[in-house]
């Protein structure tokens, strides 16, 4: 096992994943920017290595600097968490090549994950459902129109690099395919890395469940399915609460999806934490693959809930070559879930249209009870700058059924007291009262309705 961790993140990521590093004996590094100097994470790691200035490419995306930090401080792995560097196959690479070790899967499995047409085509060879759609890139307009016209309205457009739903847009007629594919177009230029436009287009489907399967590549090549997060609370196509187990799948939809996350992992020789995202037909019980997240994901905490299993902790003994520290059956089998987790994302944003809203933070005073969790990025005095995604915390819940789940997490929010930063609290506590949420029947569109 290496004794040194550098955290190539920052915010509440960083201070989670530099918890379990301290808690496992190891030494935990982080970088920083000027503008998170006096953020949580830097004061609680072992050591704190200042970047540069506050703008992602001068600091937490300068590749050249963060390999300095490993030289100068030492560092013997890298933990990239999720975002910047995350998906960088040419980062992963380099941190390789400089003799550290990679906390992560392969630089080969994240460049063949990474693009969404070859990872819909690597998943489809493998026998995992992938919805009708286009198999080579869409670059111009005319093909666009060509393909949706065989594939039947309303189509999904989306670049072809890039996550987080950016640059996503849903096209029902050709005029609205035209608008979509211009917005797809210039988010595949910006996270394309040049060459023009990549666009990948297929079949929408109406009233859909976005359900996503936690998956963990153990060293030795066996791939665990840890279970479901259904993560169709969104806006913007951004997630913005999850749960599981999901309240919209039956027992056999989860057996098949289990197993086609599985084969997925198998596919790509997959190592460590993973994520196989689908949209899940709900009316008819069935799935699609979307995409795959080859990282650690922000909202891991509720797996971690029903499972007792510390994600990280295990990224670490993969990384190290070493078994995970909770048992495996014979042929593979994880541990079976208990109870049910709910994680809501707690954001500087406006609760009504969701722009950011930095400041800085006059009152915060955290909720505390019997399955409450807390991951968060910022104390009192603290600013939640413009620079970076305004997550402040995420606020997890777990309970013996989801009745109780979402009681205590009426009763965390309520109790969550932020001032001087917008923030989206009293949205969260509106969905817990909503009605279709409640019932659990809901789907990707249920914050549009919600605001409509």
């Excluded at 999720?82 to 499995?109: H, K, T």
């Excluded at 198998?266 to 069935?286: F, K, N, P, S, W």
Aim: hydrophobic share 45%; glycine share 10%.
């Amino acid at each position: 096992m290496f004794e040194s961790v550098l955290v190539a993140n920052r915010g509440e990521i960083a201070r989670r994943i530099v918890r379990t590093v301290r808690s496992m004996g190891l030494r935990a590094i982080v970088v920083h920017s000027e503008a998170d100097s006096d953020l949580p994470f830097v004061r609680e790691a072992d050591e704190a290595f200042l970047l540069g200035g506050s703008a992602p490419a001068h600091s937490y995306l300068d590749t050249a600097r963060v390999l300095e930090a490993c030289r100068l401080t030492g560092a013997q792995a890298v933990h990239p968490g999720y975002g910047f560097l995350a998906e960088n196959a040419v980062f992963a690479q380099a941190v390789m090549d400089a003799g550290l070790v990679w906390i992560g899967p392969s630089p080969s499995a994240i460049e063949r994950l990474g693009d969404k047409i070859n990872a819909r085509n690597l998943m489809e060879r493998a026998g995992v459902p992938v919805a009708a759609g286009t198999r080579e890139p869409v670059t111009v307009l005319a093909q666009a129109l060509e393909a949706a016209a065989g594939i039947g309205y309303p189509v999904m457009v989306k670049a072809a690099a890039g996550g987080g739903g950016i640059g996503m847009g849903v096209a029902r007629d050709e005029a609205g395919l035209a608008k979509a594919f211009e917005t797809a177009s210039r988010a595949a230029e910006r996270f394309g890395g040049g060459g023009g436009p990549a666009i990948l287009l297929e079949r929408y489907i109406e009233r859909a469940r976005h359900v996503e399967v936690q998956i963990l590549g153990l060293a030795d090549g066996t791939v665990l399915a840890l279970g479901e997060r259904d993560c169709s609370v969104q806006r913007r196509h951004q997630k913005v609460v999850e749960e599981t187990p999901s309240p919209g799948i039956t027992p056999e939809l989860r057996e098949r999806m289990l197993a086609a996350a599985v084969r997925a992992g198998e596919a790509v020789g997959y190592r460590g934490a993973g994520t196989v995202e689908c949209l899940v037909d709900a009316a008819a019980q069935d799935f699609v693959f979307l995409e795959m997240n080859t990282r650690l994901q922000v909202e891991h905490p509720v797996t971690e809930l029903v499972t007792g299993i510390d994600l990280v902790e295990q990224q670490l003994l993969i990384a190290a070559g070493e078994p995970v520290s909770f048992p495996v059956a014979p042929g593979g089998q994880a541990v079976a879930p208990v109870g049910h987790a709910i994680e809501l994302r707690v954001y500087a944003e406006d609760p009504k249209r969701f722009f950011p809203g930095p400041g800085k933070i006059d009152v915060w005073e955290e909720p505390a009870g019997p399955g409450i969790r807390l991951d968060s990025g910022y104390v009192v005095g603290n600013t939640v700058t413009p620079f970076y995604d305004p997550l402040m915390a995420k606020l997890c819940v777990h309970g013996a059924d989801r009745a109780e789940a979402l009681s205590r997490a009426r009763a965390a929010v309520a109790a969550f007291r932020v001032e001087g930063p917008k923030n989206n609290l009293p949205f969260c506590a509106e969905l817990l009262d909503d009605a279709e949420f409640v019932s659990g029947d809901y789907d990707t569109g249920l914050v549009t309705r919600m605001r409509s």
